[in-house]
């Protein structure tokens, strides 16, 4: 009997493997061996092909390097500006829209939701076409008097950060509301209730209900943000590119991490070694913000 | 009074509501109108004289 038990599982095992060796090969040669490789490459010095092991000298070029200093300044801006504006505005979207009673809601939502299924790269150009010099955002607000000039949303950096900024916060606000509302969604109105009769006034009720009981998906919702703006690449990319060749705003203004690892790699003479420590970076910067945003917003008892 | 805020809360709630779903929305209206121009009329912005 025990043997047989024994044979069963070695069956079970044998076809098991079999089944999910297909997708532990690919997910191998696709993402373990590239990350593997990319750490060792971060440790090569040395100009395209021509590159040989160069200890921590990759690490000690970051510190020198006033470029990826800048690149790092204006991710780090991206971030802290960015993410919460958008992730505010969201959760306040979020909560307008929870109201079964809101007439065209499905309407509203629909229309807030558009703007993250549009394409990264058209709608960068989009915003560029509006926001150029004598685009329709600036005839707009000379005509409304709003501003008795153009904006230099191209030309000035910090016109060109807010720029890249309002692109990010219109494509993805609804992405994240939508989070938010399905979590809204999911707890129990007899709360609410409760919470009315017993005379908590509805700021009260957003803030020491609603909100701490959405903590799961804030965290969700502002790691994968922090993801998305420390590889921000897009946008930078395709909104800011000038005829002169720069990628990366007036004086840098807008040069993120991504672009410099871009620069690095296909612009500049090619430096793989040092822009995969740029990588690393990133890398560590994104598991470092997601363990301190994890503790931030731990689950108190 | 409680009828007031009421009116107030809804007011402002479709007001910001309405003002967010256009912002949304009006990239594409643009990409639709700049669309049915040539490069010529985008480049000069002739597509947004229309608008004005």
């Given at each position: 009997m025990a043997s047989a038990n024994r044979s069963l599982n070695r069956y079970f095992n044998i076809n098991g493997w079999f089944f999910v060796a297909p997708a532990a090969l690919l997910i191998g040669v696709f993402m373990v061996y590239p990350i593997l490789y990319s750490l060792w490459m971060s440790f090569q010095t040395g100009k395209g092909m021509m590159t040989q092991f160069g200890g921590l000298a990759n690490i000690r070029r970051l510190f020198d390097d006033p470029m990826f200093m800048l690149a790092l300044y204006n991710t780090m801006i991206f971030f802290i500006v960015q993410v919460p504006i958008m992730l505010t505005l969201a959760l306040f979207l979020a909560s307008l829209l929870?109201?079964?009673?809101?007439?065209?809601r499905g309407l509203i939502r629909t229309a807030i939701f558009l703007?993250?299924?549009?394409?990264l790269v058209g709608y960068a150009v989009l915003f560029k076409s509006m926001f150029v010099q004598d685009g329709l955002i600036n005839s707009t607000l000379v005509g409304l008097g709003i501003s008795d000039h153009p904006i230099p949303w191209m030309t000035d950096p910090f016109w060109a950060r807010v720029l890249i900024i309002i692109a990010i916060t219109w494509r993805w606000t609804g992405y994240n509301m939508i989070f938010f509302l399905a979590a809204l969604q999911n707890i129990d109105k007899s709360i609410y209730e409760a919470s009315r009769i017993d005379g908590v006034p509805s700021w009260g009720r957003f803030f020491y209900l609603t909100v701490p009981m959405l903590k799961p998906v804030i965290l969700f919702t502002t790691v994968t943000s922090t993801i998305g703006t420390l590889q921000l690449f897009d946008e930078v990319r395709n909104i800011m590119t000038s005829d002169a060749g720069s990628a990366a705003g007036p004086s840098n203004s807008a040069l993120t991490l991504s672009v410099y690892i871009y620069n690095l790699t296909?612009?500049?003479?090619?430096s793989f070694g040092y822009a995969a420590t740029v990588s690393y970076v990133i890398v560590l910067a994104v598991a470092l913000l997601a363990v301190i945003q994890f503790y931030a917003l731990r689950e108190k008892d | 009074m409680d009828r007031l805020t009421r009116t107030l809360s809804s007011v402002f709630t479709y007001t910001f509501l309405g003002i967010m779903a256009f912002l949304s929305i009006f990239p594409f209206i643009w990409m639709i109108l700049g669309a049915t121009n040539n490069s010529n009329d985008i480049v000069t912005a002739r597509s947004a004289s229309a608008v004005r």
């Open positions: 929870d109201n079964p009673n809101l007439k065209f703007p993250c299924v549009s394409s296909f612009k500049f003479v090619p | -």
